[in-house]
């Protein structure tokens, strides 16, 4: 828990880092956000289906820090609904 935790602020300090999908799927089972990848090249992330929270991401390396970004405000979105 701890890890995905210092995982999140590092992607806030540096939003601009070599991050994967990989990380975005373990902060998004920490915050239990569902994701799906629906055989293309992008992975949709869905909040929660009552807010219509949804966040598509390309899955190529290395992701652009507007993605970044949008990711951490939905988590913060997630942390103020409970």
Same mark, same amino acid.
């Given at each position: ?18 991050? *994967? ?34 966040? *598509? ?26």
């Amino acid at each position: 828990m701890a890890v995905r935790l210092k995982l999140l602020e590092k992607m806030r300090r540096n939003p601009r880092g070599d991050w *994967t999908i990989e990380d975005f799927k373990a902060i998004a089972a920490h915050y239990q956000i569902e994701w799906r990848s629906p055989g293309g090249s992008h992975v949709v992330f869905v909040a929660a289906r009552a807010s219509g929270d949804v966040l *598509t991401v390309p899955a190529r390396r290395p992701i652009k820090p507007v993605y970044v970004k949008q990711f951490i405000e939905m988590i913060d979105r997630c942390e103020l609904r409970k």
